[in-house]
């Protein structure tokens, strides 16, 4: 079982680093990056140039935990916090956004955070 998830993390991390090379956020389009760990989903968007996070959010935001308490899946707790992390960005003037998956396949819990991140107003 080790072995298995040793191989699939390599995996992850071959295809994460075959799209960094093609991917950097700079000021007017920065990098909407997202983590998922098992429980949880995390997103930042990022200044590749200055090397600073803008704005952040994950299911685990003190601003939206009454809303996530009350979803049924995690799938629906990623598109809560994908929205949320939408209108912040929104707030502070950010449109457009470049999006990095990191090595995830998009489908499940990422694609429901770009959707929400969609729905909140970023446009990718």
Do not use: C, W
């Amino acid at each position: 079982m080790a072995d298995r998830n040793k191989i699939k993390q390599q995996a992850r991390q071959r295809r994460k680093k075959h799209l960094h090379k093609k991917i950097r956020g700079t000021q007017e389009h920065p990098r909407l990056v997202v983590f998922r760990s098992n429980k949880e989903i995390y997103g930042q968007i990022v200044d590749d140039v200055k090397q600073e996070t803008l704005a952040a959010a994950s299911t685990r935001s003190k601003e939206i935990a009454q809303d996530i308490a009350g979803a049924k899946s995690k799938v629906e707790k990623a598109k809560m916090a994908g929205k949320h992390l939408g209108e912040l960005a929104k707030s502070k003037k950010i449109e457009r956004v470049i999006f990095d998956r990191a090595g995830y396949l998009y489908h499940g819990r990422v694609k429901a955070f770009a959707d929400g991140a969609r729905e909140g107003g970023l446009n990718f």
